[in-house]
């Protein structure tokens, strides 16, 4: 009858370099950020509808729709059939109002 072969635990000092190398990769300050994928769909804005067809204040909802779909905005502007609603003087209003930057395309 042959014994099975020992296995052996890895020593402290390995399990604690180890230990250390992971946390050092975990908490690089230089680690890029990752990024929340936004899909544009100018529907995801009709809370705001009310607020740049009349002079009505945006809503809550509406602020964070706008500040949510930021990055669609210039997408929005090339748009023939979007360009007046997110230009609109009205538009510029609830966006200031959100604090939502105008974007520059």
């Known amino acids: 009858m042959t014994k099975p072969p020992s296995i052996r635990s890895p020593s402290p000092r390995l399990l604690a ?3 250390v190398a992971t946390a ?4 690089a300050p230089d ?3 990752v990024a929340e994928a936004v899909t544009c769909s100018p529907t995801e804005l009709s809370s705001c509808a009310s607020a740049i067809t ?3 204040p945006p809503s809550a909802l509406c602020c ?3 500040r949510e779909q930021r990055p669609c905005l210039c997408g ?3 748009n023939p059939n979007l360009r007046q609603y997110v230009t609109s003087p009205n538009a510029k ?3 200031r109002t ?3 930057p105008s974007p520059t395309c």
Do not use: D
Request: net charge positive; glycine share 4%.
């Open 17 to 19: 370099a180890a230990l």
């Open 24 to 27: 050092l990769v975990l908490l």
């Open 31 to 33: 680690r890029a950020p």
């Open 54 to 56: 009349s002079s009505a």
């Open 64 to 66: 964070s729709k706008l």
């Open 76 to 78: 929005y502007i090339k």
């Open 93 to 95: 209003r609830v966006a």
């Open 98 to 100: 959100c604090g939502v």
